[in-house]
């Protein structure tokens, strides 16, 4: 028997250094840790301990013996891997990351952002370094997309918010929520009360299709919704027409198989979730009855991770519809799919689609339909969204890679609502530098860099850093490279000693923003929202008003 690691694994490697045996990979120092949709154990390597259990920080590892009907099949899915990459060990006992010297005295450092890539630096620094962390957000609640982006229906992925809570407890670290830096306080003020800012702030818009009739009523970003029914107070107020019975959403990553699922699952299962209220009363009359997924490339490339894609066909009353001529390959998709070399992950891909295409489809079922090599070129309404116009794609080879064309083959879908799932986008952030065609902040290793000198004491984390890609956890190893380049800088006498103590910022704070969120408010909004919650027997009820919220804080 071996434990196994699961749909919900959240990539944040906490895992890895705990088996005894070092069986999980691909481990952090790994080129193929960067792209890997999950973790996995060797069966025949692990020894049955559970310490990666206790480790994990989204339930993600349960025992072979343990696995319910939907997850069995990840028992085959760890095996594969080690199959691609057979396990060889070179593990030697983990060295412990050197603190910087005691006689520098106590280490200030501001985070702008409470998401998971504020938060794994704040963990980081507090493990490493004798310090001070203001962690500053403009929501009065911390954990960023935890909250606000990761589906209700995965409630196991939002237990890494509870990591965090665990580790913050100590009053080294402050919360400054509804605080918005730029507004109530300035960059050179933070810089005046700490040696070094982490900007944490993520990727807060998204992409466009740039076609004609996207700005019709009924065409909104994938973005825009799921922030609609997670509750996040600037978007709570909006609406989105259910009332047609198919929607399209153009991208097919797990935002849009998350967005697919909310608009075909039913009420009753959403109403055991922390889904927002005004959402669910929206999806209890909402007539959708199909969604179908629009992907730019092949079945191969989809963006989707197998692992979201499988837990798909366990959905009550969906049906997962492809039609088999979808599949049909490519002779360079058809010879990688033979490949013995690929990788297994991928190759699940492809055949769970076509498990999907052999089943029937049950009239009394909703749907979710999948689309491959297909891209939008219009948005068809007279004054709100009818339809959907898009062309038929062809992959080619260039310069080695397979790059999506459009042929000469197009069709249109009837539709009332299109949502545009194809990624997020970084925003600039004040007058610190910005590449504009990533959305980043140029960084080399998290410091940032202006006309090719490092600014001495910014840094950044997360995907204003390396763009919007990965799961949360990957934010792990990234805050980790930061913040061992602002512990350096800090050993070596390169950060400039902050005028201002932790006193002196809480009065400035207090002057300008009276309604400051701190530990104690949130820790009220949280009780507050687990108590509403407890009656209906869901985990919490959202506080969706900045009003709410701070009337909430205030006890």
Not at 227 to 247: I, V
Not at 297 to 313: C, V
Not at 318 to 328: K, S
Not at 377 to 395: K, P, Q, R, S, Y
Request: aromatic share 6%; proline share 6%.
């Amino acid at each position: 028997m071996a434990y196994v690691i699961t749909q919900r694994c959240c990539n944040d490697a906490s895992c890895v250094p705990e088996c005894p045996v070092d069986c999980i990979r691909p481990t952090p120092e790994q080129p193929e840790f960067a792209t890997t949709e999950q973790l996995y154990i060797d069966p025949d390597t692990c020894i049955d301990c559970g310490a990666c259990v206790d480790a994990c920080p989204v339930e993600a590892i349960f025992s072979e013996d343990d696995l319910i009907a939907s997850l069995g099949r990840f028992s085959d899915i760890n095996a594969a891997y080690f199959q691609r990459h057979p396990l060889e060990s070179n593990f030697d006992p983990l060295v412990t990351p050197a603190r910087p010297p005691k006689e520098l005295g106590t280490l200030r450092v501001a985070i702008v952002g409470a998401g998971p890539a504020a938060c794994y630096a704040a963990d980081e620094l507090l493990r490493r370094a004798d310090v001070e962390v203001e962690m500053f957000d403009r929501l009065p609640t911390p954990w960023g997309l935890v909250r606000a982006g990761v589906a209700p229906d995965h409630p196991g992925t939002k237990g890494v918010s509870s990591m965090f809570e665990s580790a913050f407890r100590r009053d080294t670290l402050q919360y400054h929520l509804n605080v918005e830096v730029g507004k109530h306080i300035s960059h050179e003020e933070l810089l005046e009360h700490h040696h070094a800012v982490i900007y944490a702030v993520g990727a807060s818009t998204d992409r466009h299709l740039n076609v004609p009739g996207e700005d019709l009523p009924g065409s909104h970003s994938a973005t825009e919704f799921v922030a609609w029914y997670n509750g996040h107070p600037d978007y709570a107020e909006r609406t989105f027409d259910l009332s047609g019975e198919r929607a399209v959403i153009v991208g097919n990553g797990n935002v849009a198989l998350d967005v697919a699922r909310v608009l075909t699952l039913s009420p009753d299962e959403l109403a055991k979730t922390d889904i927002a209220d005004h959402a669910l009363d929206a999806l209890r009359q909402s007539n959708i009855r199909e969604v179908v997924v629009l992907g730019r490339r092949g079945p191969l490339q989809a963006a989707y991770t197998s692992s979201e894609f499988l837990a798909l066909g366990h959905l009550k009353g969906i049906d997962v519809v492809i039609d088999p001529a979808e599949l049909e390959l490519d002779p360079e998709s058809r010879a990688l799919l033979n490949d013995p070399e690929i990788e297994p992950s991928q190759r699940l891909k492809y055949e769970l689609a076509q498990e999907y295409a052999a089943k029937a489809a049950n009239p009394a079922n909703r749907r979710i339909v999948f689309r491959y090599l297909t891209s939008p070129t219009a948005i068809t309404g007279a004054d709100h969204v009818e339809g959907i116009d898009f062309v038929h794609n062809e992959l080619v080879s260039e310069n080695g890679q397979l790059v999506a064309r459009a042929s000469d083959r197009t069709e249109s879908l009837p539709a009332s609502l299109v949502l545009r799932s194809i990624g997020y986008r970084g925003q600039p952030v004040g007058a610190l530098p910005f590449d504009e065609r990533s959305g980043t902040i140029p960084n080399e290793h998290g410091r940032v860099v202006a006309d090719g000198s490092h600014l001495a004491g910014i840094y950044v984390s997360g995907w204003i850093k390396r763009g919007p890609r990965g799961v949360i956890g990957s934010n792990r190893v990234d805050a980790t490279e930061t913040v061992e380049q602002l512990l350096a800088d800090f050993t070596a006498g390169k950060l400039e000693a902050p005028q201002g103590d932790r006193a002196a910022l809480k009065v400035l704070l207090e002057q300008r923003q009276p309604e400051r969120v701190d530990r104690e408010g949130w820790k009220a909004i949280d009780a507050a929202e687990k108590s509403a919650g407890k009656s209906g027997g869901r985990p919490r009820v959202k506080l969706t008003s900045r009003e709410d919220l701070l009337k909430a804080a205030r006890g």
